[in-house]
């Protein structure tokens, strides 16, 4: 079976965090409502950080656009800006980092404007990527380089099938999560 190639891989990661932030956008109104949140904040920063931060945001910055950096024709602008825009979350991911520990209303409050920030601005960001980036990105991979991408993609991160399912199990965690409160 034909491996998929950088973009696919890519388009797969950005799949799991779209239905991440469908959830989660519901997971921060749950909490400004004062409800318990489940699961824990601490597990979903976790997906945040490990998956979206720390695996996808650095597949994309330090082996993508570095690559197409090398064609004259990526534009340049739009690499700057989706370089901003992932510094931009993580800003939101430090202040949720910092009220973890959400006992006080100023603490849930200061959670919930990160989250949905964080939720918003990644939104919009994979969705921008998805439509113009990924599209320029796959015209200018020759598929020669294709092998040492793959290659480049499993020496950063070799867990990448671990990370998929992991990411899939804290969304249908979040999502049963969601039904009991639904229907509570
Ligand atoms: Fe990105
Ligand atoms: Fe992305």
Same mark, same amino acid.
């Given at each position: ?7 696919? /891989? ?10 991440? =932030? ?6 921060? /109104?749950?909490?400004? /409502? ?7 904040? $601490?597990?979903? *920063? ?53 009220? *973890? ?14 989250? =949905? ?30 092998? *040492?991408?793959? $290659? ?26 969601? $039904? ?5």
């Amino acid at each position: 079976m034909k491996r998929p190639g950088t973009i696919e /891989r890519l388009t797969v990661d950005h799949e799991l965090i779209a239905a991440f =932030l469908d959830h989660f956008i519901a997971y921060c /109104r749950r909490i400004d /409502r004062g409800e318990q949140p489940s699961p824990a904040p $601490e597990l979903v *920063l976790e997906f945040i950080e490990s998956f979206i931060e720390r695996f996808h945001h650095a597949r994309e910055e330090q082996i993508l656009f570095e690559h197409l950096l090398r064609s004259s024709k990526f534009d340049r602008v739009m690499a700057r800006r989706l370089v901003h825009d992932h510094h931009d979350a993580r800003h939101h991911v430090d202040g949720m980092r910092q009220v *973890l520990d959400m006992r006080t209303p100023d603490r849930r409050t200061a959670w919930v404007w990160n989250g =949905l920030g964080y939720a918003q601005l990644t939104r919009e960001h994979i969705a921008r990527e998805a439509r113009e980036t990924y599209p320029a990105a796959a015209s200018l991979i020759h598929p020669q380089d294709e092998a *040492l991408l793959a $290659e480049r993609f499993d020496r950063i991160s070799p867990n990448e099938a671990e990370f998929w399912a992991a990411a899939r199990e804290l969304i249908v965690q979040m999502d049963q999560t969601l $039904e009991r409160a639904a229907g509570a």
